[in-house]
T-cell receptor, first 112, second 111 residues
Framework: DVKVTQSSRYLVKRTGEKVFLECVQD?????MFWYRQDPGLGLRLIYFSYDVKMKEKGDIPEGYSVSREKKERFSLILESASTNQTSMYLCAGRGAAYSPLHFGNGTRLTVT | GQQLNQSPQSMFIQEGEDVSMNCTSSSIFNTWLWYKQDPGEGPVLLIALYKAGELTSNGRLTAQFGITRKDSFLNISASIPSDVGIYFCAGQLRRDDKIIFGKGTRLHILP
């Protein structure tokens, strides 16, 4: 199974700050995903990547960007954090196309 | 776009009771997945289903891939306190590799 590690469990940032959320997977697999989770809205896909230096927009990419410089690391970037980006952020990886996602423990971000 | 309707939204049960929840869609899926999320944690994969009609167990959990490929069911037998959490279904489409998540069923166990 893919093991996915998110570097921070909790983050508190101020409005306007640049925020980096880091995610690492321990297998040599290509597919990685970033979701945010909000009460009543479920899981929403922000960005995903099928290979190094490759990125695709998900359903709600506005206000976010991503970086995939190495296969094992997929970073989510909030260029200028806003209060409506307060949320639980979940990174996921998988071993092959069409196989199940494996999630990290999540990063709960609060923007004040 | 595709949507998954997961029900019930929440359940309050007594310890020892059996639990049933389901997901339905107007779309046909190639894979159904069931996850559990504990408070403050990420979702953990419980069961993956790949074939219409497939019935798969994982301990006290049993899930089925509906024969129409538009629905899936998860049953938990003899619930225990650590079953508390949110259960998510997800359907996966092979043609575009899109993964659709249900909004979750929150399970509460009464003392």
């Amino acid at each position: 199974d893919v093991k996915v590690t998110q570097s921070s469990r909790y983050l508190v940032k101020r409005t306007g700050e640049k925020v980096f959320l880091e995610c690492v997977q321990d297998m040599d697999h290509e597919n990685m995903f970033w979701y945010r989770q909000d009460p009543g809205l479920g899981l929403r896909l922000i960005y995903f990547s099928y290979d190094v230096k490759m990125k695709e927009k998900g359903d709600i990419p506005e206000g976010y960007s991503v970086s995939r410089e190495k296969k094992e690391r997929f970073s989510l970037i909030l260029e200028s954090a806003s209060t409506n980006q307060t949320s639980m952020y979940l990174c996921a990886g998988r071993g092959a196309a069409y196989s199940p996602l494996h999630f990290g423990n999540g990063t709960r971000l609060t923007v004040t | 776009g595709q949507q998954l309707n997961q029900s019930p939204q929440s359940m309050f049960i007594q310890e020892g009771e059996d639990v049933s929840m389901n997901c339905t869609s107007s779309s046909i899926f190639n894979t159904w997945l069931w996850y559990k999320q504990d408070p403050g944690e990420g979702p953990v994969l419980l069961i993956a289903l790949y074939k219409a009609g497939e019935l798969t167990s994982n301990g006290r959990l049993t899930a089925q891939f509906g024969i129409t490929r538009k629905d899936s069911f998860l049953n938990i037998s003899a619930s225990i306190p650590s079953d508390v959490g949110i259960y998510f279904c997800a359907g996966q489409l092979r043609r575009d590799d899109k993964i659709i998540f249900g909004k979750g069923t929150r399970l509460h166990i009464l003392p």
